[in-house]
């Protein structure tokens, strides 16, 4: 997905939400629901980054091939859940 441009004016709301999301992994919400509720993971991050033109929305899992699409499955239910708490 298409992330924001460099030099955006939404910059300080977009450093917030990475920390919440996945930036930070130890405290954030994917790395809570995951890793450590559902033990999919080893590692997972996610933000959104920013580009000359445009950005992108990424998420990183580090998980087992046997855990894979379980792990996958779950970040989009974060990804879910985010997006209908979002004003």
Known sequence: ??????LTPDTSSIAVFN???????FGSLLFSEVRSK?????SV??????GP?????????GTRKEEAARA???AKGVI???QSELP
């Open 38 to 42: 559902l033990g999919l993971a080893y």
């Open 19 to 25: 920390r919440y999301f996945g930036y930070d992994a």
């Open 1 to 6: 997905h298409e992330g924001p441009k460099r």
């Open 72 to 74: 996958i499955d779950a």
């Open 45 to 50: 991050t996610g933000a959104l980054t920013s």
């Open 53 to 61: 033109t445009t950005g992108q929305f990424v998420v990183m899992i």
């Open 80 to 82: 879910t859940r985010v």
